[in-house]
């Protein structure tokens, strides 16, 4: 039987939903774990409906958090298996969490962190009808190694949102190195894509990066960005 995700929410600010933000979280954590982002940008986007979905399977390495696919690092293919396996689920929820608020594709904001940013890059691109923006902290743009990896990427692509890719100076989990690496096969792809450095902050958000992201979202909802 398919696995339905589901996860906590956060109802919009001025009480009636016109756009769906969903939180995608990393590996080992769950929604909970996303969901304040949400409070912290209510004010900047009263009509946004909130939801951080939790992924769908345990986690052998936390086992209280959950992962959208395994990490054993013993393949480098690993996470481009890992977010096509695990696209399909997440396909279903967010069309599901539009028809519940009924909301049209174009409504919706992928925010992921992490392996959560690796989903929202892989499936946001995939969309046939482009989300209004995605944003990524401390992920990477999963395509497979080479020149024929990167082209086949491309081919795959059905929708260019505008994307903000966000990451700390001193990550030591996904070095920083992996922003710019993503910025540059995001912009060869034709995707319009903005970043954010955050001076002396490892793997997680800071303030600085948090306030980018609600500012780069608040543009896209009002079709400024």
């Given at each position: 039987m398919a696995v339905a995700l589901d996860g906590p929410r956060l109802n919009?600010?001025?009480?009636?939903?016109?756009?769906?933000?969903?939180?995608?979280?990393?590996?080992?954590?769950?929604?909970?774990?996303?969901?304040?982002?949400g409070r912290e940008w209510q004010a900047l986007l009263p009509d946004a409906a909130f939801v951080s979905?939790?992924?769908?399977?345990?986690?052998?390495g936390a086992p209280m958090g959950r992962q959208w696919f395994e990490l054993t690092f013993r393949s480098p293919?690993?996470?481009?298996?890992?977010v096509t396996k695990a696209a399909p689920v997440l396909e279903a929820f967010l069309d599901a969490e539009l028809g519940r608020h009924g909301l049209p594709p174009e409504s919706l904001a992928l925010v992921g962190f992490s392996q959560g940013t690796m989903?929202?890059?892989?499936?946001?691109?995939r969309r046939a009808k482009a989300p209004a923006a995605i944003v990524g902290y401390s992920g990477i743009y999963v395509v497979p190694e080479g020149p024929e990896?990167?082209?086949?990427?491309?081919?795959?692509?059905?929708?260019?949102?505008?994307v903000l890719?966000?990451?700390?100076?001193?990550?030591?989990?996904?070095?920083?190195q992996a922003l710019f690496v993503s910025a540059?096969?995001?912009?060869?792809?034709?995707?319009?894509?903005?970043?954010?450095?955050?001076?002396g902050i490892g793997h997680g958000i800071d303030g600085e990066g948090l306030r980018h992201g609600g500012l780069f979202l608040a543009r896209a909802f009002s079709g400024r960005g």
């Open positions: 919009a600010h001025s009480g009636k939903a016109r756009q769906l933000v969903v939180f995608l979280h990393g590996y080992g954590a769950d929604g909970n774990d996303l969901i304040a982002l979905p939790h992924a769908p399977e345990p986690c052998a293919d690993e996470r481009r298996r890992g989903m929202a890059l892989h499936v946001g691109l990896g990167q082209r086949r990427a491309e081919s795959e692509i059905r929708s260019r949102p505008p890719l966000v990451h700390g100076d001193r990550d030591e989990l996904i070095p920083a540059q096969a995001l912009s060869a792809a034709g995707i319009p894509v903005e970043w954010h450095l955050s001076q």
